[in-house]
């Protein structure tokens, strides 16, 4: 019987580590230029640059629990902008809006979740 036990609690403590490094070792979103679109699990993404003002934003669709926005960089600056909070939950298609205000035009924009 002790046997048993401890091989129940190396097998319950061998599931709780591999099931923390699964969630450790989720792939980030890549940070993408302008224009580009990319995955991120069920949503698909676009990354933009909005005009006139150089504000970068993110556009998803798809049905996904979770909360995520935009992470923008601009263009010849070591600065880093997020935008608002969005959730697909329900599906449809978020945007998140970052007010950047790029003076050369947006670097990239990528997705950061919580």
């Excluded at 640059?49 to 504000?55: F, V």
């Excluded at 697909?88 to 947006?106: A, L, M, P, R, T």
Aim: with cysteine; charged share 15%.
């Amino acid at each position: 019987m002790r046997h048993l036990t401890r091989r129940f609690a190396a097998t319950a403590a061998a599931t709780a580590v591999l099931a923390g490094a699964t969630v450790l070792a989720a792939p980030a979103a890549s940070a993408a230029a302008p224009g580009a679109e990319f995955r991120y699990g069920a949503l698909t993404c676009r990354a933009m640059e909005g005009l006139p003002d150089y504000d970068g934003l993110l556009a998803c669709e798809g049905t996904q629990a979770g909360y995520w926005r935009a992470k923008v960089k601009c263009t010849l600056s070591f600065s880093t902008y997020y935008g608002n909070w969005q959730n697909n939950q329900y599906g449809g298609e978020y945007y998140s809006i970052s007010d950047s205000n790029c003076f050369w035009g947006v670097s990239d924009v990528s997705l950061s979740t919580t």
